[in-house]
Nanobody, 116 residues
Framework: QVQLVESGGGLVQAGGSLRLSCEAS????????MGWYRQAPGKQREVVVG???????NYADSVKGRFTISRDNAKKTVYLQMNSLLPEDTGVYYC??????????WGQGTQVTVSS
């Protein structure tokens, strides 16, 4: 069973930065894809960025140039560095991983609130 624990959310003013962390149980080498989604109030969950095991990244247009995904294999952690935050970035951010057999796991979510 894979468990994901997110941290790093909070309240920040527009233009500020936050770094989200997602620590995974088990070896992250077994994950084919890791990524982040977010869900704003009253909206559907949407993809923010995905990172494949080969290092390919796919960012949502709305965050390109502002957000960066990275991972530390030794710490079994994936990060999301968020810069130049906008009020529309507000939402609950979820970490997700997909294994080689196609199973997908989600973290509990961490709240990000950007004030104008």
């Amino acid at each position: 069973q894979v468990q994901l624990v997110e941290s790093g959310g909070g309240l920040v003013q527009a233009g500020g930065s936050l770094r989200l962390s997602c620590e995974a149980s088990g070896s992250i080498f077994s994950f084919t894809t890791m990524g982040w989604y977010r869900q704003a109030p009253g909206k559907q969950r949407e993809v923010v960025v995905g990172l494949t095991s080969s290092g390919f990244t796919n960012y949502a247009d709305s965050v390109k140039g502002r957000f960066t995904i990275s991972r530390d294999n030794a710490k079994k952690t994936v990060y999301l560095q968020m810069n130049s935050l906008l009020p529309e970035d507000t939402g609950v951010y979820y970490c997700t991983v997909r294994t080689a057999i196609g199973a997908q796991y989600w973290g509990q979510g961490t709240q990000v609130t950007v004030s104008s």
